[in-house]
């Protein structure tokens, strides 16, 4: 599909600017370098990437977790952001196809009787999740008996479940992997509750920029450079997605 540039540029960025919303909350997507404070990851590099193509300026703000993201929108503080496909955020919110698959898994103590993930759907389980995660929206959706304990954050969520004695903890896999090999006593389970997937989003009603981002990831999908943005972070666990349709 052809675009008028200047029609893209207008729908897309029409404070002059390319306003991106970097989630920090999944370390899958986006890093920050504690010394420097720089951001890095495939959600940078796609960011990048775009404003670079639109012949741009790129204003870069980041978030602690995926809530606050969405929380935002009603302010009008960003023009395109990187979240997790879900219908709560699909109501006001035109996502792209996804570019990235992830897991959505338990972290549990070593002791826990628990060993699949769908075990956790019971009366009495309590379970830690970060506030308005993918996963928090996922899990408000499917669970019919276990209770949920909503943390500030996805980071926070591990230590809620650890301070209150929970049952598990809700997360992106590779990062509760990660803590897991911190700390003794506590282990991952290995099967998932969902994939989540990963998408470019820009405000519900924009059109013309929701059609160019489709089109803009697939290109990124097809040119490898979803792929090698996501090697280059280290996090090569996540799938990369097919195209999606334009």
Known sequence: MEFDLAAVRKDIAPYGELRVAINLGNPVLAQRDESTGALSGVSVALATALAHELDIDLCMTAY????????????????????????????KIAFSSPYLCIDGTYLVKNESPFHRAAALDALGCRIAVGK?????????????????????????????FLDLGLDAAAGVRQPLERFARTISGVRVLNDNFT??????????????AAGYVQGFINRCLRSGLVASALDASGERDARVAQPGSE
């Open 64 to 91: 602690d977790a995926a809530g606050k993201v969405f929380a935002t929108l009603e302010e009008q503080a960003w023009d395109l952001a990187f979240l997790a496909i879900e219908p709560v955020r699909a109501e």
């Open 195 to 208: 994939e989540i997937r990963q998408a470019m989003a820009v405000p519900k009603g924009r059109k013309t």
């Open 132 to 160: 308005g995660a993918a996963y928090d929206l996922f899990l408000s959706r499917t669970l019919n008996n276990a209770e949920l304990v909503r943390a500030p954050t996805s980071a926070s969520a591990v230590h809620t």
